[in-house]
Each structure stands twice: as structure tokens, then as C-alpha cells.
């Protein structure tokens, strides 16, 4: 079973990859670009897995760039359990 096809597994991989990422020094801007880039890679080539990556994929095909990134942050944050943004 791939990562892909359970939205918890996914958010579970997405989430230690980031927290990784970010013990490991990486500042925040640039883990948004990456985030950005991997969610623009997997909106234009990649078939969801389940109802929650097809809900997101329309989000990210009817969004501009700016609210592609806002998306890319919004998963960042759900992934690692960041809470709002003061």
C-alpha cells in the first residue's frame, strides 16, 4: 500500500519529513517552497488516492498561486501540529 492511499499515513509522512526538515534547520520559508512545490508536483501528476487528496487537488486546481501557497502552509501546519498563526 502506497503512502498515497491513506490520508492519516500521508499526513503521518508528510508531518515527520517536515519536523525532520525543521530540527535539521531548515527555515520556515523555505519549507513552505518546498511544500508548494511538492503539492504543485502532485496536483499535476499524480491520481488521488482517497476523498481527501481529490478535495484538496480541486482546491489547489481552482486556487491562484498565492492561495497555493496558503494551502501548502495550511498542510504544513496540519502535519506537524503547528497551532494558528499569531
Known amino acids: 500500500m502506497s503512502v498515497l492511499e491513506n490520508w492519516q499515513q500521508w ?3 508528510l ?6 526538515a ?4 531548515m527555515e520556515k520559508g523555505k519549507m513552505s517552497d518546498i511544500a508548494f512545490q511538492i503539492g504543485d508536483y502532485l496536483a499535476k501528476n499524480v491520481d488521488p488516492k482517497n476523498e ?4 484538496m487537488a480541486d482546491l489547489w486546481s481552482v486556487a491562484s ?3 497555493q501557497h496558503m494551502l501548502a502552509n495550511l498542510m504544513l501546519r496540519l502535519t506537524t ?3 494558528k498563526a499569531h
Not at 15 to 20: L, M, Q
Not at 52 to 55: A, D, G, L, M, S
Open 11 to 13: 499526513k503521518s509522512f
Open 15 to 20: 508531518g515527520d519529513k517536515a519536523i525532520h
Open 22 to 25: 525543521k530540527e535539521g534547520g
Open 52 to 55: 481527501q487528496e481529490r478535495v
Open 65 to 67: 498561486t498565492e492561495e
Open 81 to 83: 501540529g503547528e497551532t
